[in-house]
């Protein structure tokens, strides 16, 4: 399959990541391993961490302090932020002229990060994450930086925005040529097409009395691609409706495949709850 993205390859890295963070070693020990590692390795991604800490102007490095008003918790204070930012819109990595960036605050206010926007987000030259922390940040830091957008990972909170932005980062950066070697594989994946993925087999091919279905062993290629073309459509109906609701308005599914997975899924929650009901 071709790679949408393949005229992008030579120009290196394709990605240029930033993330601020008061922790850089939880940031290392992500992206220097596995594919991410691979890919900063090959020079298709870079990924630099940058500490605020270091642009505190006090003795002790302070970037925090109490929340005006009173109350429970600290806040990340504006300055160091907002040198952080400086250091990379002025210094030698600066953008150049035509070069997209994305700058991006984790937050419990933010959009809800999806395959979709990571879509989008692929097509950046640079990326800036910035970590959220204790009470977050003071909110002068976006009167100053308009061009901050929020982002979540849904509705709960974590300590800090490190493991947002490392999935941020992992989900864009498998979307960039060279980074997963068969993009294949990608364009396979969950969401790329709007549905869910198809189920998954491997060896042995019988597992106590569990075995793989006999079309993926037929080496007949038309009909394997047929069978997991309805069995994604009949998990996305089982686990997400939602998702083949939204697969329909957008015509990534036809009107006969919206029709016969609703009806494979009614049939198989009735098969279910008679099992319920009568257990062997």
């Not at 390795?41 to 006090?58: C, E, M, S, Y």
Request: aromatic content about 6%; some cysteine.
């Amino acid at each position: 399959m071709t790679n949408p993205l393949a005229s992008d390859v030579l120009r290196l890295p394709r990605l240029h990541c930033y993330i601020l963070s008061l922790f850089p070693e939880v940031i290392h020990s992500y992206t220097q391993a596995s594919i991410i590692g691979r890919a900063q390795k090959q020079g298709i991604l870079k990924v630099d961490v940058i500490n605020p800490r270091d642009f505190a102007t006090d003795a002790h490095h302070r970037v925090d302090d109490t929340p005006y008003g009173g109350g429970a918790g600290m806040v990340l204070m504006a300055p160091p932020i907002l040198s952080a930012l400086d250091s990379i819109d002025l210094g030698p990595n600066q953008a150049t002229p035509g070069e997209k960036t994305s700058l991006l605050m984790t937050s419990p206010a933010g959009r809800v990060f999806n395959h979709d926007w990571a879509k989008t987000l692929a097509q950046c030259d640079r990326l800036v994450l910035l970590c959220g922390h204790y009470e977050g940040f003071d909110e002068r830091i976006l009167h100053k930086r308009p061009d901050i957008e929020l982002l979540s990972l849904g509705d709960f909170v974590m300590t800090g925005g490190e493991l947002a932005a490392l999935a941020v980062v992992d989900a864009v950066a498998r979307l960039i040529p060279g980074v997963v070697q068969k993009f294949d594989s990608v364009t396979a994946d969950s969401f790329y097409t709007g549905i869910l993925d198809h189920p998954h087999y491997t060896r042995p091919a019988q597992l106590d009395g569990d075995a793989v279905p006999d079309v993926l062993l037929s080496g007949h290629h038309g009909a394997i691609a047929q069978w997991r073309r309805q069995q994604a459509l009949l998990k996305t109906a089982l686990h997400r409706p939602d998702l083949l609701e939204q697969a329909r308005h957008n015509n990534t599914v036809t009107e006969a495949e919206y029709l016969w997975a609703r009806q494979q899924a009614r049939l198989s929650n009735t098969e279910t709850e008679a099992e319920c009901q009568n257990p062997r």
